[in-house]
């Protein structure tokens, strides 16, 4: 589990999210099948490893739920809660940003509607 949970952390500061992802699962996988531990602090790392792979993938959604499975694991860790803060900011611009774009394609949509009669 070590290892992957290094080679998580590694892929992150190579930029590497899908590897980072990959190790991350792997970490999570090896503690529940194996150890039947999912508390295991290099789990809640994996979490908070995988949280940062899917937010630099703009998959705000997953990052929110990793890390708040890491929360539940180390609800006293003060660094988690800024990252869960954080990841729920981004995922809350994220859906408004979509909105909006969804909102401007409408409106070109029927404005070219419009300029076709």
Do not use: W
């Not at 703009?58 to 660094?79: R, T």
């Amino acid at each position: 589990m070590v290892l992957h949970a290094n080679a998580a952390m590694a892929a992150l500061k190579l930029g590497c999210y899908v590897q980072a992802l990959e190790h991350s699962d792997k970490v999570i996988n090896i503690a529940d099948f194996l150890h039947n531990n999912l508390r295991d602090p290099l789990v809640t790392k994996a979490y908070q490893r995988r949280a940062t792979a899917y937010r630099s993938l703009q998959q705000y959604d997953k990052a929110v739920q990793d890390l708040e499975a890491a929360h539940a694991n180390e609800p006293a860790n003060a660094e988690l809660v800024q990252q869960l803060d954080k990841a729920r900011r981004d995922l809350a611009e994220y859906r408004k940003q979509k909105q909006v774009r969804k909102a401007m394609q409408q409106q070109q949509g029927q404005q070219q509607g419009q300029g076709q009669q």
